[in-house]
């Protein structure tokens, strides 16, 4: 069974830097083909994809937010890590991670529960 | 960017009806498209994927159709727990985008 958890601050100040980690089980991702992204949610609003990592390191950005991501993966601690630089009011939202299998349906499948951060002063 | 369109924004229903969601592209995605259902509170989850599959474990009412520009995901018929919002992604190309959503609301 494939489980993800988001974890990090819910609370974080106007040009802060943010960092989350999805920590999960289930899958590894030194395994050929695996992904892990991220994607956020504001309140009330639709969906929005920021960053994908691969088991082979190659990562994909949001071109609106490329210069403030960063992914990362620890492979042998089972988790990814995004940091967002200069957080904004905007950024406020319930960002996930999710898994991609190239193998398998190779589609955010599934998703971690989600964690509200909330950018306020 | 692939611009993902979905209508209505809003579909009001009652129980035991039909329910037929859309989705256009911006541009050709062939079969790159997938429907993800969302409940209040809750992450999204994998209904279709590659326009047309069902995710493991989704019930046969969910059907989806459609390639290049336009997509449709059906729900035969409304059960009480369908009622949600419904989001198509494509990942044709990057940057990986999701349409606006559509929510189904009980009339």
């Known amino acids: 069974q494939i489980t993800l958890k988001e974890s990090g601050p819910t609370l974080v100040k106007p040009t802060q830097t943010l960092t989350l980690t999805c920590t999960f089980s289930?899958?590894?991702?030194?395994?050929?083909?695996?992904?892990v992204g991220w994607i956020r949610q504001p309140p009330g609003k639709a969906l929005e994809w920021l960053a994908l990592?691969?088991?082979?390191?190659?990562?994909r950005y949001s071109p609106s937010l490329k210069s403030r991501l960063t992914i990362t993966k620890d492979t042998s601690k089972n988790q990814v890590v995004l940091t967002m630089t200069n957080m904004d009011p905007v950024d406020t939202a319930t960002y996930y991670c999710?898994?991609?299998?190239?193998?398998?349906?190779?589609?955010?499948?599934?998703w971690g529960q989600g964690t509200l951060v909330t950018v306020s002063s | 960017d692939i611009v993902l369109t979905q209508s209505p924004a809003t579909l009001s229903l009652s129980p035991g009806e039909r329910a037929t969601l859309s989705c256009r592209a911006s541009?050709?995605?062939?079969?790159?498209l997938a429907w993800y259902q969302q409940k209040p509170g809750q992450a999204p989850r994998l209904l279709i994927y590659?326009?047309?599959t069902r995710a493991t474990g989704i019930p046969a009412r969910f059907s989806g159709s459609g390639s290049g520009t336009d997509f449709s995901l059906t729900i035969s018929s409304l059960e009480p727990e369908d009622f949600a919002v419904y989001y198509c992604?494509?990942?044709?190309?990057?940057?990986?985008?999701f349409g606006g959503g559509t929510k189904v609301e009980i009339k």
């Open positions: 999710a898994h991609m299998e190239e193998s398998g349906d190779n589609w955010f499948d599934p």
């Open positions: 289930g899958f590894s991702l030194s395994t050929s083909g695996v992904g």
């Open positions: 990592i691969y088991w082979d390191d190659d990562k």
């Open positions: 541009q050709n995605v062939g079969s790159y």
């Open positions: 590659d326009a047309s």
């Open positions: 992604q494509q990942r044709s190309n990057w940057p990986l985008t």
